[in-house]
Structures are given as C-alpha cells and as structure tokens.
C-alpha cells in the first residue's frame, strides 16, 4: 500500500484525489450556518429591546443610559446587515465562500461595543 495514510472516517470515494469533502452533503453545513446567523440576530434583537428598556425605564434614566440604549440599537441593526449579507452569500452559491476577515472582525466588533453598552447601562 502505497501514498498517505487516511484518517479513519475519511472520504472512501473512488478514483484519484477523493476526500472527505467529496462524500458530504454540501447542503447541510451552509443550511446551519444560515441557521445560526438568523439564531444571532434574534439574540440582537432582544438585547436591544432589553437596552432599550433598561436605558428609558431603569432607576437611573439618563442621556448616558438613553445613549448606550440607542447605541445597542445601531449595533444591532449592524450585526443583522452583517448577517444578512452572509446569509444571502451563502445561499447564493453551492459552495459557499469563506467568511473573510473584515466580515468576522466586523462582526466580533459589534458583539464588544454591545456588551460595552450593556455594562454602561448596568453600571449607570
């Protein structure tokens, strides 16, 4: 037996240069991908409704509350852009592209100055 020893559970395809990726259904993992990003919005959403509420009806309502409310808000409609771009991206191809770095930090970003925002309103 000669070439490079497989990984058991590997591709078992027949001819040359078959792989893994040449047994899996390329429907699936583009189809939870989707899945999980519209999961990601909907968390959004409801952290901006909370932030919302907390910065016009908490105990210590201010502008710096109000603000970090509508900022939370802003983020949000930002991650659900981000979100839909790459929803339609992948399901605009049978193999979808990879998710670039300015997308993913882009995303990351958002995520932070949320959690930012939340922790000006617990604190204020």
Do not use: F
């Not at 699936?28 to 999961?39: D, H, I, K, S």
């Not at 983020?75 to 997308?103: D, E, F, K, M, Q």
């Amino acid at each position: 037996m000669t070439g490079t020893p497989r990984a058991p559970g590997a591709g078992t395809g027949t001819g040359t240069g078959s792989t893994a990726t040449a047994d899996r259904d390329p429907g699936l993992q583009p189809e939870r991908t989707r899945l999980a990003w519209r999961r990601t919005t909907l968390a959004g959403a409801v952290a901006a409704v909370l932030a919302t509420k907390a910065a016009l009806h908490g105990p210590g309502a201010s502008a710096v509350t109000v603000a970090a409310g509508a900022l939370c808000c802003v983020l949000w409609l930002g991650v659900l852009r981000l979100a839909h771009r790459r929803i339609r991206a992948l399901a605009a191809t049978g193999r979808p592209p990879a998710l670039t770095p300015a997308h993913a930090a882009a995303v990351a970003l958002c995520a932070v100055a949320t959690a930012a925002c939340g922790m000006v309103l617990v604190l204020a």
